[in-house]
């Protein structure tokens, strides 16, 4: 198993582009200052924070817990099987709708929620990769959090290619083409910041992996509840990003039990600078 560490004290700078054709075992990005040092680990759909462990001493984890629910007031846009998928091989025996907006009972799925950058100081570790599979033609998880320098597994168990191209902003990390029974794409991400995953081949497949200089940040279930455990005491900004409907901000304070940190879309905030046109023509 890969060990890494990773520090908050000494965050990468730069990312690195790259090519076509990348090695699976190349990572995502290159800083320009000095490396952080940090381990694989795994994100949960609900919460995050249980899984790792302090390397410096269980003084950086506290007995807090954040947990909120997200919510949705206004009229999400129906989600279809894409065009696309019908046209391309193998993709079209499985019709499944896009999971771009999921909305049940008024509350949103798919938010990730943690304390922002830059306020926490310490060196944690997880305990495994984290992963996203293509399958059936969609990345799974669409949405989780990773530790910056973290490994992360790009899989593909489709019997058809896909093509794995990484971006954050506007410039690609990898692009790399994975073909029916390829190895694995083992990555990381050195700076923190929302990282877009997107198949060349299939245009309608998208994620979202955001990296983090800490382990205290959940994704919203399918009820829109989410559980961030284990927080230090103290006062943090915190924030909520939907890849349709951008960010929301608040700031809290944890002294040693539950605060709730509830946040609410409409659905008439405008699209992230992170996922443009995600939806046009798609249906």
């Not at 129906?78 to 008024?106: I, Q, S, W, Y």
């Not at 992360?152 to 073909?179: E, I, R, S």
């Not at 060349?200 to 829109?224: K, Q, Y």
Request: proline share 6%; charged share 25%.
């Amino acid at each position: 198993m890969n060990i890494a560490k990773v520090s908050t004290a000494a965050l990468a700078l730069g990312a690195a582009l790259w090519a076509l054709g990348c090695p699976s075992d190349d990572k995502g990005g290159t800083p320009t200052g000095t490396k952080p040092t940090a381990k694989p680990t795994a994100t949960g759909a609900t919460t995050a924070a249980s899984t790792g462990t302090a390397q410096a001493g269980e003084a950086q984890y506290g007995k807090g817990v954040i947990k909120g629910t997200v919510s949705f007031s206004g009229t999400a846009p129906e989600m279809k099987v894409p065009k696309k998928r019908g046209e391309a091989e193998f993709c079209k025996d499985n019709k499944l709708t896009h999971n771009a907006v999921l909305v049940k009972d008024g509350k949103l799925k798919d938010v990730w929620v943690g304390i922002d950058n830059g306020q926490i100081k310490g060196e944690y570790e997880a305990d495994k990769p984290a992963v996203v599979d293509q399958h059936n033609c969609e990345y799974a998880p669409r949405m989780q959090g990773v530790l910056i320098d973290q490994e992360v597994q790009v899989k593909n168990t489709d019997p058809t290619l896909h093509n794995v191209n990484a971006g954050k902003g506007a410039n690609t990390l990898f692009n790399t083409a994975q073909p029916k029974g390829a190895p694995d794409l083992k990555k990381t991400f050195e700076e923190p910041g929302i990282y877009r995953f997107k198949c060349d081949v299939h245009s309608f497949m998208r994620a979202f992996v955001i990296a983090s200089d800490n382990p205290f940040f959940a994704v919203s279930a399918e009820d829109g509840t989410f559980k961030i455990e284990k927080v230090p005491d103290g006062k943090y900004k915190i924030f909520a990003w939907h890849s349709q409907y951008g960010k929301k901000e608040q700031e809290i304070e944890v002294k040693g039990g539950e605060v709730t940190a509830d946040f609410s879309f409409d659905g008439k905030e405008a699209e992230p600078p992170e996922n443009q046109g995600e939806l046009a023509g798609l249906f």
